[in-house]
């Protein structure tokens, strides 16, 4: 315990370096974006001294360090900037799409680590028989298949063609659990399938190596019950999956941007693309380095489940 929790700390005393290198990395790239602040927020019927004056207030002027310093300050008061006009403070819009994409990511992950480990041990217990040929195929169509070309297909023929989902829109489940559930289906089904697919393939080919050991015919053996042996091979047959998690929760999120906007959810990846399309630099900014950030939080938490789960490496 007293390894784990000093690899632990070590992981966590690096998360402020990450931090400042995801901060200087986000703002050094939008600032050579060839959108105008002054001209966005004054709009082409302002004068050059009207910009200029807007440069002058806003420090756009000021050299590069100076800004960066000025934006950290920001930061550490938890200051993201406002939007264009009409002026909201861009922590107040984050605050409210956060959380749908948050809720896509996590029931993302969950149908994703689901379906991969039914399809992984079945595949790996059913090893060359018909069923793991069923999901090896569906593990190599589900890898194939991009998460927009299925979400789009699956607004066809579920909710156009068969109107059992909605097409769009998002439900608070607050107000409605079933409603939400409904409405988030299908994109979250659209995140999952791929990152699934993978997973399996990596767990199945996790069992097979694991079946092959010598414990575990030395369990059947002795006449363990089936189940058990299996439980115990899929525990540590999940070491290898759990290394990839982290990077397949940042395939989420990413992923999740793009559902958003096909399924019109009022997530994250509606705020980048209306920072985008009005040239908002601050929500831009602010959207980017929050989904940057808790891609790293993430990752660090699946660094510290790599470690409880994983003994051999805490001898390292």
Not at 34 to 48: E, H, I, V
Not at 296 to 307: A, F, Q
């Given at each position: 315990?007293?390894?784990?929790?000093?690899?632990?700390?070590?992981r966590i005393a690096i998360m402020p370096v990450m931090i400042l290198g995801i901060t200087l990395l986000v703002f050094v790239?939008?600032?050579?974006?060839?959108?105008?602040?002054?001209?966005?927020?004054?709009?082409?019927?302002?004068?050059?001294?009207?910009?200029?004056?807007?440069?002058?207030e806003h420090g756009l002027n000021d050299p590069l360090p100076l800004r960066?310093?000025?934006?950290?300050?920001?930061?550490?008061?938890?200051?993201?900037?406002?939007?264009?006009?009409?002026?909201?403070?861009?922590?107040?819009?984050?605050?409210?799409?956060?959380?749908?994409?948050?809720?896509?990511?996590?029931?993302?992950?969950?149908?994703?680590?689901?379906?991969?480990?039914?399809?992984?041990?079945?595949?790996?217990?059913?090893?060359?028989?018909?069923?793991?040929?069923?999901?090896?195929?569906?593990?190599?169509?589900?890898?194939?298949?991009?998460?927009?070309?299925?979400?789009?297909?699956?607004?066809?023929?579920?909710?156009?063609?068969?109107?059992?989902?909605?097409?769009?829109?998002?439900?608070?489940?607050?107000?409605?659990?079933?409603?939400?559930?409904?409405?988030?289906?299908?994109?979250?089904?659209?995140?999952?399938?791929?990152?699934?697919?993978?997973?399996?393939?990596?767990?199945?080919?996790?069992?097979?190596?694991?079946?092959?050991?010598?414990?575990?015919?030395?369990?059947?053996?002795?006449?363990?019950?089936?189940?058990?042996?299996?439980?115990?091979?899929?525990?540590?047959?999940?070491?290898?999956?759990?290394?990839?998690?982290?990077?397949?929760?940042?395939?989420?999120?990413?992923?999740?941007?793009?559902?958003?906007?096909?399924?019109?959810?009022?997530?994250?990846?509606?705020?980048?693309?209306?920072?985008?399309?009005?040239?908002?630099?601050?929500?831009?900014?602010?959207?980017?380095?929050?989904?940057?950030?808790?891609?790293?939080?993430?990752?660090?938490?699946?660094?510290?489940?790599?470690?409880?789960?994983?003994?051999?490496?805490?001898?390292?």
């Open positions: 315990m007293v390894v784990f929790l000093r690899l632990a700390l070590r790239v939008l600032q050579f974006s060839p959108a105008d602040p002054a001209f966005n927020a004054l709009g082409d019927g302002a004068t050059p001294e009207a910009r200029a004056a807007f440069a002058e960066y310093m000025d934006f950290l300050g920001q930061l550490l008061q938890g200051d993201l900037g406002v939007t264009m006009p009409p002026s909201q403070p861009v922590a107040d819009r984050i605050a409210i799409a956060l959380p749908v994409t948050m809720q896509l990511t996590a029931l993302g992950l969950v149908l994703a680590i689901v379906l991969a480990v039914a399809m992984g041990v079945t595949g790996a217990v059913q090893r060359d028989r018909w069923p793991d040929q069923v999901t090896r195929v569906l593990s190599m169509a589900g890898i194939a298949i991009p998460s927009f070309w299925l979400g789009v297909v699956l607004i066809q023929q579920f909710a156009l063609n068969t109107p059992v989902f909605p097409t769009g829109g998002y439900v608070n489940p607050a107000e409605s659990f079933s409603g939400w559930l409904q409405a988030m289906a299908l994109p979250a089904i659209s995140l999952a399938i791929p990152v699934a697919a993978s997973l399996a393939r990596l767990i199945r080919t996790s069992m097979v190596a694991e079946l092959d050991r010598d414990y575990v015919r030395t369990a059947t053996g002795n006449g363990l019950p089936r189940a058990l042996v299996i439980r115990g091979v899929l525990r540590n047959a999940l070491v290898t999956p759990l290394t990839v998690l982290g990077i397949k929760v940042g395939y989420l999120l990413s992923g999740a941007v793009v559902i958003e906007t096909i399924f019109d959810l009022p997530g994250m990846g509606k705020l980048i693309l209306e920072g985008v399309t009005g040239g908002d630099t601050a929500l831009v900014q602010g959207t980017v380095l929050t989904i940057a950030l808790a891609f790293l939080v993430v990752n660090v938490i699946v660094d510290l489940l790599y470690l409880l789960v994983n003994p051999r490496i805490r001898t390292v």
